[in-house]
């Protein structure tokens, strides 16, 4: 998903700023901004691989742990769904299991849970922690039963779990103990109804006037993974995690309404009571989700790479017409570039989610197939959140959708990678300095936005820390998304764009399908490299240490000096003791280049390894030293403060002066703008 912050820039190099990432509890949806001294701008299937509900397929990508048929019922005045699912577990975990958590995440959104209780203690993207209790977001999941295929009915035995903050009142996992172990290599089947209430759309799920996002709200068996089962309960900031395997879902729901979902549509039924059942059905993934709307127009298009073509289904909400060409044209582009940079999307189709006005909190999110996106008539063209949004939410169908990383413990591995390849993508489509922004004269570019979300909280917590451990939703932000992003840019200046590229490509073809961890991406980020960079990633990954490199000083000091009466400094034939101070102000150790130059012309290179807190370089020369600048490449992007990083003469030191003053305005003036959004 996207989560928001405010994005403050504070870079010398870029001339405008902002872009608001979600917002507690909101989404991003829209936005824009701008300034630059006054303004504000508001604004399914898979390749050839069919499978049936029982995961057989010829040619399946993913190894198919469950197989789910699921048939339900949308009450579209109660807000409210009733299903049966039956649920094939295939054992492939090597032992025999007789203990199954599963789940029920749509509890989370009820007082007393530990999702609310997080939201209180930091905040969510749909709340702050002083946000009010609003019962019109209250939604549940229930079993109404619950039967295990020839061991009989457990719906008495079942038993809610909280594995991580043992809140009795938190109900979004429960276990079940069976009567007799599955054998290894063996099936299980469970028969389940159960019965939903969605919530008004919050945490991109439920439902706003006749619009209903239908998310995360099945029973969903959790992973065997690492030897223990992996079944998380659900917390403000994490994401979610399952096995591959296949679905087969049908949905009955007002015969006016147009449907979209994960997969693809394979009938669609007219039944006698003014309501219409559609099945839909897709393999290969590990979640599904489904859209119902009588207001959305469907736009439709084609897109055609290496693995074949991919249908685009665009589910445009009124007054959207706008951001068609916009839409089409960033989602093909994206296409484009993940098939020739990282590897082919293997899917034949991708849905868009336009969601209506005042339902921006279930746009931003990803789900196998299927994007919510976000945007507004409001939004400017050349203000590019709606392309961004939809950027990288596409861009998650590879790492969360087939890389599938565990997001409640590695969040950065999914959106701080996608992160990265969003800013790669939207400078590929959109320019180098104006993948962002470009209006009314002023340009940002994405990496420099992930790179201030970053700044903002640059040292609270690791990376690699369990997504609901982090301080708060901020510092979740700044580190799972905008850290990872700049960290990565970062490291394209140590091994190169082009080592970058084939090393994403490896991962990617390597572990797709496969649940891999941050050691799997180190190992093959070094091993594409041939470089031991177990000395950045200690930082970078697991450690809080900030990187930030000054110029603390240059001076020119003539060598007669002492000479009485003083001789007359002469251009050309003064000889001068010049000397360049550089600090290493924080603890992130990591070597720099940097070029002095001096006022006869000449310029030197020098590389400093950044071990020691400080060096100074000094030269004899019949010229004076005008400047000292660190990592003149601007490729070292984790650095904290890029104004300390080169030093002048006194005329620009003013002009830097003056534009961080700028920046503080700006920066305030875009909080103030949040605020009201919010
Ligand atoms: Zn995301």
């Not at 001339?15 to 006054?38: K, N, P, Q, T």
């Not at 469950?66 to 409210?80: F, G, H, M, N």
């Not at 995360?216 to 591959?244: I, R, S, Y």
């Not at 799972?480 to 490896?506: F, W």
């Amino acid at each position: 998903m996207l989560q928001c912050a405010v994005k403050r820039f504070q870079d010398s190099r870029i001339h405008v700023s902002g872009r608001v990432r979600c917002v507690f509890g909101c989404r991003v949806v829209l936005l824009s901004l701008i300034l630059a001294g006054a303004v504000v701008a508001r604004a399914g299937g898979q390749t050839g691989t069919v499978a049936d509900a029982q995961g057989q397929a010829s040619h399946a990508l993913s190894t198919r742990v469950v197989a789910y048929q699921i048939e339900a019922r949308l009450d579209p005045v109660k807000k409210t769904i009733d299903a049966t699912e039956i649920l094939t577990y295939h054992n492939l975990t090597g032992r025999p299991l007789d203990t199954f958590p599963f789940h029920l995440y749509l509890n989370a959104f009820q007082p007393t849970s530990t999702f609310m209780r997080e939201v209180r203690l930091y905040g969510t993207r749909g709340a702050d922690p002083e946000s009010v209790w609003d019962k019109k977001h209250y939604g549940a999941i229930e079993v109404k039963s619950f039967e295990v295929v020839g061991q009989g009915d457990f719906t008495k035995r079942l038993e809610f779990i909280q594995p991580d903050d043992h809140n009795p009142d938190d109900r979004t996992v429960f276990q079940v103990k069976l009567a007799k172990p599955v054998a290894p290599g063996a099936d299980v089947v469970f028969k389940i109804v159960f019965h939903d209430q969605l919530p008004e759309v919050l945490e991109r799920t439920g439902y706003k006037r006749n619009f209903f996002m239908v998310a995360q709200w099945f029973p969903k068996v959790g992973v065997w993974w690492h030897d223990a089962w992996n079944c998380h309960q659900f917390h403000a900031l994490t994401e979610f995690f399952a096995d591959f395997g296949a679905f087969d879902v049908k949905a009955t729901v007002p015969e006016n309404y147009l449907t979209g979902s994960t997969g693809d549509l394979v009938s669609t039924v007219p039944n006698r009571d003014h309501t219409k059942t559609v099945t839909w059905r897709a393999a290969d993934i590990h979640d599904f989700a489904w859209t119902a709307s009588p207001d959305y127009k469907l736009i439709e298009d084609a897109w055609t790479g290496s693995a074949g073509t991919v249908h685009i289904h665009l589910l445009l909400s009124p007054g959207h017409e706008s951001s068609i060409r916009r839409y089409l044209e960033v989602i093909k582009g994206a296409l484009d570039r993940f098939d020739r940079w990282y590897g082919p999307y293997p899917y034949d189709r991708i849905t868009l989610v336009d969601p209506p006005q005042g339902a921006s909190d279930a746009g931003g999110m990803e789900y196998p197939t299927l994007i919510t996106c976000g945007t507004g008539w409001w939004v400017p063209e050349g203000a590019r959140v709606p392309e961004m949004v939809t950027e990288h939410e596409f861009g998650h169908q590879y790492w969360y959708g087939m890389v599938a990383t565990n997001e409640f413990e590695e969040a950065w591995m999914d959106e701080g990678i996608n992160s990265y390849t969003e800013a790669k993508v939207m400078e590929s489509l959109y320019g180098k300095d104006t993948s962002m922004l470009d209006l009314w004269g002023m340009s940002a570019s994405d990496a420099d936005i992930l790179r201030l979300e970053y700044v903002t909280l640059p040292d609270t917590d690791p990376l690699s820390r369990f997504a609901w451990q982090f301080m708060n939703s901020n510092a979740y932000a700044a580190v799972s998304y905008g850290k990872t992003a700049t960290l990565l840019l970062t490291l394209e200046g140590i091994i190169g764009e082009d080592t970058m590229r084939r090393a994403m490509h490896t991962y990617f073809m390597r572990y797709r399908f496969t649940h891999p961890t941050g050691a799997d991406f180190i190992k093959t980020i070094e091993e594409v490299s041939g470089r031991d960079l177990d000395w950045y990633f200690q930082q970078a990954v697991h450690g809080t240490n900030v990187l930030d490199y000054e110029v603390l000083a240059i001076r020119s000091d003539p060598l007669d000096w002492f000479r009485e009466p003083p001789s007359k400094p002469k251009k050309g034939v003064t000889l001068y003791r010049d000397t360049v101070l550089v600090h290493r102000k924080a603890d992130f150790i990591m070597p720099v280049d940097i070029q002095i130059k001096f006022d006869n012309g000449d310029r030197t290179l020098e590389k400093w390894d950044g071990r020691d807190r400080w060096v100074r370089f000094s030269y004899d020369k019949k010229a004076r030293v005008i400047s000292a600048e660190i990592d003149p490449q601007h490729s070292v992007r984790l650095d904290k403060n890029f104004f300390s990083n080169s030093s002048t003469e006194e005329a620009d030191r003013r002009a830097t002066h003056k534009l961080s003053t700028y920046w503080l305005f700006a920066t305030q003036y875009m909080a103030q703008l949040l605020a009201w959004l919010a």
